[in-house]
């Protein structure tokens, strides 16, 4: 859900359009999907525990990066939090205004190439983003700038790529079991999809540990883990079976990082 860089001014206009289209696509049925939006109150009350956890609980002014539909926005919020939110398709952010309508700055915005000032923030959050970007290094530089001194940054992401034997199995079980029971099967584009994803940088997986490192060398320090299990857990107690297995058929996980 969000701008990306290419190696030249014309291939860079065609990849933009391309993702814009893709993710405006997906807008509509977005929320539907498993893990997308908070469904329930002990699912918004584990996304409170984290965004704690991360930020502490003292109101503070945070960046939703690539926000998609306003959901982190909305837990944000609900914690008291002053929030300017971004997202590349509009057709992602005429569902965030529609829920949150001026309590939030929802603008849109270019995750990889932001137009705000230094040090314009105290918190900078994202979810499943860092996983589709193009030039990490210049999104990373770039979230540096923006945040203040002992600002802190949380990265909600996974492995969308790889898994191992046992999460393959539980995914065939998941798909097996929404077959039987009817469940609803969210379709994309797949070769739209294939396009964008095969110039990801990490089409070949995001791991904890790569990520990481790369934020240590923009600058970060102090990368911890932060419990996104909670998160998961809840998500699972309203879920379809099928759903709830899907959700641990994925390494998934969150991190903190701290401007110094």
Same mark, same amino acid.
């Given at each position: 859900?969000?701008?990306?860089?290419?190696?030249?001014?014309?291939?860079?206009?065609?990849?933009?359009?391309?993702?814009?289209?893709?993710? #405006?696509?997906? &807008?509509?049925?977005?929320?539907?999907? !498993?893990?997308?939006?908070?469904?329930? /109150? =002990?699912?918004? *009350?584990?996304?409170?525990?984290?965004?704690?956890?991360?930020?502490?609980?003292?109101?503070?002014?945070?960046?939703?990066?690539?926000?998609?539909?306003?959901?982190?926005?909305?837990?944000?919020?609900?914690?008291?939090?002053?929030?300017?939110?971004?997202?590349?398709?509009?057709?992602?952010?005429?569902?965030?205004?529609?829920?949150?309508?001026?309590?939030?700055?929802?603008?849109?915005?270019?995750?990889?190439?932001?137009?705000?000032?230094?040090? #314009?923030?105290? &918190?900078?959050?994202?979810?499943?983003? !860092?996983?589709?970007?193009?030039?990490? /290094? =210049?999104?990373? *530089?770039?979230?540096?700038?923006?945040?203040?001194?002992?600002?802190?940054?949380?990265?909600?992401?996974?492995?969308?790529?790889?898994?191992?034997?046992?999460?393959?199995?539980?995914?065939?079980?998941?798909?097996?079991?929404?077959?039987?029971?009817?469940?609803?099967?969210?379709?994309?584009?797949?070769?739209?999809?294939?396009?964008?994803?095969?110039?990801?940088?990490?089409?070949?997986?995001?791991?904890?540990?790569?990520?990481?490192?790369?934020?240590?060398?923009?600058?970060?320090?102090?990368?911890?883990?932060?419990?996104?299990?909670?998160?998961?857990? =809840?998500?699972?107690?309203?879920?379809?079976?099928?759903?709830?297995?899907?959700?641990?058929?994925?390494?998934?996980?969150?991190?903190?990082?701290?401007?110094?």
């Amino acid at each position: 859900m969000q701008d990306t860089n290419a190696s030249s001014p014309g291939a860079n206009y065609s990849l933009k359009e391309e993702i814009r289209a893709y993710w #405006s696509s997906r &807008a509509a049925s977005f929320d539907q999907q !498993v893990g997308h939006a908070i469904k329930s /109150e =002990a699912e918004l *009350a584990a996304f409170q525990s984290l965004l704690r956890q991360a930020f502490g609980t003292e109101s503070r002014d945070v960046l939703d990066l690539a926000c998609g539909t306003g959901e982190i926005t909305r837990a944000l919020l609900s914690l008291g939090h002053k929030v300017t939110a971004i997202d590349f398709s509009d057709d992602m952010l005429a569902r965030a205004r529609a829920k949150h309508g001026d309590k939030a700055r929802i603008l849109s915005g270019d995750a990889e190439r932001l137009l705000d000032d230094d040090e #314009s923030y105290d &918190a900078l959050v994202t979810r499943h983003l !860092v996983w589709t970007l193009t030039d990490p /290094e =210049a999104a990373f *530089a770039e979230w540096f700038r923006v945040l203040k001194p002992g600002g802190r940054l949380l990265v909600i992401d996974g492995d969308w790529i790889n898994r191992s034997w046992i999460q393959n199995l539980i995914n065939r079980g998941a798909t097996w079991l929404r077959e039987r029971s009817g469940g609803t099967v969210h379709t994309t584009d797949k070769e739209a999809f294939d396009s964008i994803t095969r110039r990801f940088f990490f089409r070949g997986g995001l791991s904890y540990e790569r990520l990481g490192a790369m934020l240590h060398e923009a600058g970060f320090a102090r990368i911890e883990p932060a419990d996104y299990r909670q998160v998961v857990r =809840a998500q699972q107690r309203s879920a379809a079976l099928h759903d709830a297995l899907r959700l641990v058929s994925s390494t998934r996980f969150a991190l903190v990082a701290t401007k110094a």
